[in-house]
């Protein structure tokens, strides 16, 4: 079955640039979004196809992707971005099926 | 302001069955596939399954094919997952999401399979 795989965890200290990366075989064909989920809340959507950004979310997120690999860039983390950020894609198989990554905990301190 | 607000969780047994809700509101249901995800406790997110927006085509996860059935009534801006044969691994808080990429979530419901 189709996987996409995340770090377990990111650590940066407040203002420095942090990097969680998501990569899977279909993702040079289908596009990739990211969630954030702080604890207690349910997920919150911060990057779609690849590297638009839902206008309430703060500039500091953006998305990139090349070959098999999505990323979201936090640029000037601060400590409210601290919470666990999850990839999803969906399989280029034709099964119409998606998957979400393992999830990172983005730590910052 | 989009709204989407789960009902019907609670305890199962194990082969038991049990009927989700989600009602939304702030924006024109019928024109957005619909979808569920899951987290298991302590655990990351797990899609289960989606539905175009007639209700035309409806896929899921591997685990729950055969045993759970996505449905809606747009009538009633109501989305549905109808489980069947819960087992243990079932439970999970179960979200409602808007469209198949989910860019808007439900609160969640809490579903525990045990005997």
């Known amino acids: 079955s189709y996987e996409l795989t995340q770090p377990p965890s990111v650590s940066v200290s407040p203002g420095q640039t942090a990097g969680i990366t998501c990569s899977g075989d279909?993702?040079?064909?289908?596009?990739a979004y990211w969630y954030r989920q702080k604890s207690g809340q349910a997920p919150e959507l911060v990057i779609y196809?690849?590297?638009r950004r839902p206008s309430e979310i703060p500039e500091r997120f953006s998305g990139s992707s090349s070959g098999t690999m999505a990323t979201l860039t936090i640029n000037g983390a601060q400590v409210e971005d601290e919470a666990d950020y999850y990839c999803f894609s969906a399989d280029s198989s034709g099964d119409h099926r998606w998957v979400f990554g393992g999830g990172t905990k983005l730590a910052v301190l | 302001e989009v709204q989407l607000v789960e009902s019907g969780g609670g305890l199962v047994q194990p082969g038991g069955s049990l009927r989700l809700s989600c009602v939304a509101s702030?924006?024109?249901?019928?024109?957005?596939?619909m979808s569920w995800v899951r987290q298991a406790p302590g655990k990351g997110l797990e899609w289960v399954a989606n539905?175009?927006?007639?209700?035309?085509?409806?896929y899921y996860e591997d685990s729950v094919k055969g045993r759970f059935t996505i449905s809606r009534d747009n009538a009633k801006d109501s989305l549905f997952l109808q489980m069947n044969s819960l087992r243990v691994e079932d439970t999970a808080v179960y979200y409602c999401?808007?469209?198949?990429?989910?860019?808007?979530w439900g609160q969640g419901v809490l579903v525990t399979v045990s005997s």
């Open positions: 999401a808007r469209d198949y990429f989910a860019d808007y």
């Open positions: 539905i175009k927006r007639d209700g035309s085509e409806k």
């Open positions: 702030g924006f024109t249901f019928s024109s957005y596939w």
């Open positions: 196809e690849d590297t």
């Open positions: 279909a993702l040079p064909k289908k596009y």
